[in-house]
């Protein structure tokens, strides 16, 4: 295994339902209204904010509830911000899209996803191989670039999905990128509930499927997703220093809505 390619522990089998699951015809609504807003989303056209539209369509079509910060993740200035944060779900991607038409660093493989694929191509995705050792470095000069223009990129450090926090240990190549660049990081907390108790529903973990994990997502019951924003990280120091600093706000006790 590559110092980056990561294995959780979690399966299919944590994955549980908090509250009952919704109604045969709640849930086929909502795969009807879910087929609209992804065709919606298809055309190569589509970019940026109107990305961003498609997104909270998409949590829509869902019955999604999203809880997030009212303003932007990223701080102004004349780079980008690196934010940050754990990982659980494919549905993470939707709801942070959602919030702010960032850039995305993601695993080879997300390319190839069916619609989520090439939306994320359209963002700016960078896609990594995580078992190509050698591309680490051109990876990391890829993302200091990107941040250099200006542009917000959106990170999950711990290298794969986990069920729910704490998860893994934060990787430290992307807050070299963030040193080299000069750029802010913005640690970011990502958590589940269904009717407001802790659930790792949305979970997409271990050899579950896309297909699988979206049919429970559909037939959930008063989903939420909610993102708390913590405060800006300035890049200083080394990176082992700044990962860790940002993995204990992002798993740490929960910010608000809207930090500093």
């Known amino acids: ?3 980056y390619q990561v294995n959780s522990p979690c399966t299919p089998q944590c994955v549980t339902r908090a509250r009952p699951p919704a109604t045969r015809l709640e849930t086929v609504k909502r795969w009807v209204r879910l087929a609209g807003a992804l065709a919606a989303a ?5 970019r940026g904010e109107e990305l961003g539209g498609h997104a909270r369509r998409v949590l829509d079509a869902l019955d999604v509830r999203l809880e997030a910060p009212e303003h932007r993740l990223s701080v102004p200035g004349s780079t980008g911000t690196l934010l940050v944060a754990n990982h659980i779900s494919w549905l993470d991607i939707v709801g942070l899209l959602a919030v702010e038409p960032a850039a995305f660093l993601a695993k080879r493989e997300v390319a190839d996803w069916p619609v989520f ?3 994320a191509s ?3 995705t960078l896609f990594l ?3 190509a050792l050698r591309a680490l470095p051109d990876g990391v000069a890829r993302l200091a670039a990107l941040l250099r223009s200006g542009r917000s990129v959106v990170v999950f450090p711990e290298g794969t999905t986990w069920c729910s926090a704490p998860g893994g240990q934060f990787r430290r190549a992307a ?3 963030a040193l080299d660049a000069g750029a ?3 640690p970011l907390t990502i958590s589940y509930r269904e009717g407001g108790v802790p659930s790792t529903i949305a979970a ?3 050899d579950d499927t896309l297909a699988a994990s979206l049919h429970r997502v559909a037939s959930a019951r008063d989903l939420t997703l909610r993102i708390d924003a913590h405060p800006v990280l300035l890049a200083a120091g080394d990176r082992r220093s700044l990962a860790v600093a940002a993995q204990r706000a992002a798993t740490g006790e929960r910010g608000g809505l809207i930090s500093a």
């Not at 298809?42 to 589509?46: E, F, G, K, L, Y």
């Open 1 to 3: 295994m590559t110092p």
């Open 117 to 119: 694929g090439p939306m």
């Open 184 to 186: 802010p990081v913005r």
């Open 129 to 131: 191989d995580r078992e």
């Open 175 to 177: 807050f070299q990128a």
């Open 122 to 124: 359209r963002m700016g």
């Open 204 to 206: 997409f973990v271990g």
């Open 42 to 46: 298809a055309p190569a056209s589509a």
